[in-house]
T-cell receptor, first 116, second 110 residues
Framework: DTAVSQTPKYLVTQMGNDKSIKCEQN?????MYWYKQDSKKFLKIMFS???????INETVPNRFSPKSPDKAHLNLHINSLELGDSAVYFC???????????????FGPGTRLTVL | GENVEQHPSTLSVQEGDSAVIKCTYS??????FPWYKQELGKRPQLIID?????GEKKDQRIAVTLNKTAKHFSLHITETQPEDSAVYFC?????????FGRGTSLIVHP
């Protein structure tokens, strides 16, 4: 009955590879997010999706591409991985209260990506 | 975009003391101010939040105060315990563009 789940939990790969991280929420939320948490613990938003439509893409290289097949899923694809992509990636979801009114975000357990 | 400043970056207290963490924000349209706690190796989790129509909210040992005029809000933890040790984040901004503060590492010494 996990609310927000991510797979895999750990991902170790070589530079130049392409990888994907999956996220699913069973809360019926309208908005989903991807965050990157670097080694200094700073949480920075990468993408925000509302009802399967991209809302923001915060200065993220185009090697990163979100894919939302339906409201409950937001996957993250990363092409040509670089050393600097090593971080913990968190997925989150929240309910849209209408007119951009925010509500509580629920986070997934995170995916620790290590690029060698 | 929204700019959120969080202070201090590190806070060390003795068990039983109080801890206060402050955030300032820039967007006067922001109306929702949650605080998240992240324990080592775990996901951020909401501990308390406040909306712009109130000035203070309390939940047992945790309270949040909001000053919309000055654009700042603070997290107050009383009677701290070792299990309060974690990184705490504030958030400001709208539903689709949440901006996190840079986090405060709280260490509670037994």
């Amino acid at each position: 009955d996990t609310a927000v789940s991510q797979t895999p939990k750990y991902l170790v790969t070589q530079m130049g590879n392409d990888k994907s991280i999956k996220c699913e929420q069973n809360l019926g939320h309208d908005t989903m997010y991807w965050y990157k948490q670097d080694s200094k613990k700073f949480l920075k938003i990468m993408f925000s999706y509302n009802n399967k439509e991209l809302i923001i893409n915060e200065t993220v290289p185009n090697r990163f591409s979100p894919k939302s097949p339906d409201k409950a899923h937001l996957n993250l694809h990363i092409n040509s991985l670089e050393l600097g992509d090593s971080a913990v990636y968190f997925c989150a979801s929240s309910q849209d209260l209408g007119a951009g009114v925010p509500d509580t975000q629920y986070f997934g357990p995170g995916t620790r990506l290590t690029v060698l | 975009g929204e700019n959120v400043e969080q202070h201090p970056s590190t806070l060390s207290v003795q068990e039983g003391d109080s801890a206060v963490i402050k955030c300032t924000y820039s967007d006067s349209a922001s109306n929702y101010f949650p605080w998240y706690k992240q324990e080592l190796g775990k996901r951020p989790q909401l501990i308390i939040d406040i909306r712009s129509n109130v000035g203070e909210k309390k939940d047992q040992r945790i309270a949040v105060t909001l000053n919309k005029t000055a654009k700042h809000f603070s997290l107050h933890i009383t009677e701290t315990q070792p299990e309060d040790s974690a990184v705490y984040f504030c958030i400001s901004g709208g539903s689709y563009i949440p901006t996190f503060g840079r986090g405060t590492s709280l260490i509670v010494h037994p």
